[in-house]
């Protein structure tokens, strides 16, 4: 079962754009954050206030033009003439310098809550990803979702910040001066205006929804090329091994060469839409301007009417234009979101049940009942698989790659669920309770041991974050690795490098078995953890691990049938059917899939033994 898609994603490309916005409020109306709450409304207030001057602004500026031109109640006197301006000019200049500050105000009143709502919304999407299942995670290529969040997480920066504090504001300042101008000026001026308005608004949202296309591409190509470079850079000792440097380079620069072209094309049609732009406002402000003048030849307006009329579309066509701006962006935003949100959208195909529980652990007694699991419906990988591992016990599985051993561990762990079957913890169904509970109780030493990029210490402290730096010393003595790390410069405090490529595979290996140590889980789980070895190292790991499962239910994924002969019981897996069972030495009077098994294995290892010698000698 694939991962599903919520249905708030619409797969035609039509997406409702609204809904993504009123997903954003709940994150700035924060549940239980009161303080919050009292700044988004003070945030508001300092909006209306900071708006409300700015309209009264172009009244003062035009009060004192007809002072000074001695038009307008402003000139009776000669003392007022002289005291007058002076005052208005003062006046302008402080709701000028307010109107600022309120705005200012605002932004510093708000500044939190914004910066609190994208803490959130990425910590969401962090534990959202952690939360989807493995087959999420093996579909996905790191470098593209990486990108996809981090531009979705800037889009979702850009709506906080300008939805409230840009496009309602503006639409507020819209509403006033095309009131005033019906009010003052007559029925033609605010229609002329908002017939302008209308035309600014269509052309922009039309051009910028036809622009849309070039946005999707630049960002596909983006994703494309940021996927290869990650891709490339993970894989660098691959790269080095096939000297395949300018294949890698040719392969970048082919995706940079679509973001290239798709760039272009966006900043064309850009072009486009703002020449269109100042078209319409210069059409609208030549035409009212023309009637203001006519009306102050006619002498029905004042000097300064003419000069408030300016003021006034000034006043509206520069929040406009930026509102134009907004509009693309926010819509260039949305576009950026949407992935990120088709990804907050996907429900894991392992999720708990309604009603779960916490796993009780009282011997760690392991039950597979006939158990079926497919990756693929018309591919099965187990079919019917029945064993009981019981409590303190080392049950070990064997088989040809591709037999499904691996799988076994993998959906106990419970990464998938089952098709068929049922199985088993001390009595208690896995699928029955929560999936944190189940992978506290069992501890992994995989074959491919991957370390953070941080020092020695964090990896192991990994297995427990709260346990003390005595018990961490502890888990590496167990591990026989205390002494190695104590050798180096740094000791504890060594990097390790990426995925920990600065130690050996051997020192890899201890580092994982201190970290399960640590974790001290009833089940132990070792998923071929010696495969990838040398002989020598492998038996000096073979011994920590021998000594970390006394006591412990323990499993064994085994390639090397040398590291399991001394298993309680072997299943020798084979198509995903359990043919042969027993200890080692059963198994090989029984001269079956595993007595021809370990034949090879030893003309293989007395082969390489021989070819050892002859290098020496």
């Given amino acids: ?102 705005g200012e105000l605002r932004d510093a009143v708000f500044v939190k809550v914004g910066q609190h709502a994208l803490r959130q919304i990425a910590l969401s999407t962090f534990r959202h990803l952690h939360g989807l299942s493995l087959r999420f995670h093996l579909e996905r290529r790191t470098g593209g979702l990486s990108r996809v969040i981090e531009r979705g997480t800037r889009g979702i920066d850009f709506l906080l910040r300008f939805m409230l504090f840009n496009i309602l504001p503006t639409l507020l300042e819209i509403v006033l001066i095309s009131s005033i101008f019906w009010a003052k000026f007559g029925f033609y001026y605010a229609l002329i205006t908002f017939v302008c308005l209308a035309s600014y608004i269509y052309f922009t949202i039309a051009v910028t929804d036809w622009r849309l296309k070039f946005r999707r591409e630049m960002n596909e190509q983006d994703t494309k090329a940021n996927t290869k470079a990650i891709d490339s850079l993970l894989n660098f000792e691959t790269v080095k091994y096939f000297t395949n440097e300018e294949h890698e380079a040719k392969r970048y620069d082919k ?241 390790v490098g990426e995925r920990g490529l600065k130690l050996s595979g051997g020192e890899k290996q201890r580092v994982a078995i201190a970290r399960t140590i640590l974790k001290n889980p009833p089940i132990l789980l070792l998923d071929e953890a010696t495969s990838a070895l040398d002989g020598h190292t492998e038996r000096d790991i073979q011994a920590s691990l021998d000594r970390i499962a006394e006591g412990r239910t323990t499993i064994v994924i085994a390639h090397r049938l040398s590291t399991v002969v001394n298993a309680d019981e072997i299943l020798v897996l084979d198509a995903g059917e359990i043919v042969e069972r027993g200890s080692h030495d059963n198994l090989l009077r029984q001269n079956g899939l595993y007595a021809r098994m370990w034949q090879k294995q030893l003309e293989a290892s007395a082969a390489e033994e021989k070819l050892v010698e002859l290098e020496q000698g």
């Fill in 1 to 102: 079962m694939a991962e599903q898609a919520t249905p708030g994603t619409d797969k035609s490309g039509q997406e409702n754009h609204w809904d993504t916005v009123k997903s954003l409020l709940p994150f700035l109306w924060a549940k239980g954050r009161a303080d919050l709450k009292v700044r988004v409304v003070g945030a508001l207030s300092l909006l209306v206030l900071a708006k409300l001057l700015g309209v009264y602004v172009p009244f003062l500026f035009k009060d004192a033009v007809d002072a000074l031109t001695g038009t307008g109640a402003q000139a009776d006197t000669a003392t007022l003439v002289l005291l007058v301006p002076t005052g208005l000019i003062l006046g302008y200049g402080t709701a000028r310098v307010l109107s600022q500050l309120f």
């Fill in 255 to 495: 995706a940079l060469a679509g973001f290239e072209a798709a760039s272009v094309r966006s900043q064309v049609s850009l072009t486009l839409l703002n020449v269109g732009q100042g078209l319409i406002i210069s059409i609208g402000l030549v035409i009212v301007l023309m009637m203001a003048a006519k009306g102050v030849v006619d002498g029905r307006f004042t000097i300064g009417e003419f000069v408030l009329v300016n003021s006034l579309l000034i006043q509206i066509y520069m929040p406009l234009n930026f509102l134009g701006f907004v509009y693309r962006e926010i819509k260039q935003s949305l576009v950026d979101m949407e992935k990120m949100f088709d990804i907050i959208g996907t429900q894991s195909d392992v999720r708990d049940a309604s009603e779960t529980r916490e796993l009780r652990v009282s011997g760690g007694h392991v039950s597979f009942r006939n158990v079926e699991f497919h990756y693929n419906a018309s591919r099965p990988i187990l079919k019917g698989v029945s064993f009981d591992v019981p409590a303190g016990t080392t049950t070990a599985i064997v088989g040809a790659s591709g037999a499904g051993k691996s799988t076994i561990s993998r959906i106990l762990f419970r990464f998938y669920d089952i098709a068929n079957g049922e199985i088993l913890i001390d009595g208690q169904n896995i699928a029955d309770v929560t999936q944190t509970s189940l992978r506290q109780n069992i501890g992994v030493v995989p074959q491919d041991t991957v370390l953070f990029n941080d020092t020695i210490q964090y990896n192991i402290n990994y297995g427990r974050p709260d346990a003390t730096e005595e018990e961490v010393f502890e888990a590496a003595r167990l591990a026989h690795i205390h002494e190695f790390i104590e050798s180096l410069p740094e000791g504890y405090n060594a990097e």
